[in-house]
């Protein structure tokens, strides 16, 4: 299993990435509407804190692996709606 550390590090890479596809569709988009994209911005915000806050505190009584491998495909799912909904925009 990876450390606590990198797994942090990879969430907080792919909340950057998905920032970043965010603004790039807010600038070359034709209709840009600012509260689709504060929900956006906030949501991949929201993203980022929750997991990493869910890395520094698994839930007790649960056994760790399966924890870490639960947070990250909960993780990868919502991270691929918010991509799509960027995707959307475009």
């Known amino acids: 299993m990876a450390s606590k550390r ?9 909340c950057n990435n998905l920032f970043v596809e965010c603004v790039a ?4 988009s034709g209709d840009r509407n600012p509260d689709d994209m504060n929900a ?3 949501s991949i ?7 990493v806050q869910r890395i520094s505190h698994p839930e007790p009584g649960m ?6 491998m639960h947070l990250k ?9 918010i991509a799509d909904q960027i995707t959307n925009l475009e």
Do not use: G, M, V
């Not at 990198?6 to 792919?14: G, N, S, T, V, W």
């Not at 915000?45 to 997991?51: A, C, H, I, K, V």
């Not at 056994?63 to 870490?68: E, I, L």
């Open 25 to 28: 569709a807010s600038l070359y």
């Open 73 to 81: 495909n909960e993780f990868h799912k919502q991270a691929s709606e």
């Open 40 to 42: 956006l911005f906030k």
């Open 63 to 68: 056994n760790a692996k399966q924890y870490f």
């Open 45 to 51: 915000f929201d993203l980022s804190n929750q997991y």
């Open 6 to 14: 990198e797994l942090k590090r990879d969430i907080e890479h792919a």
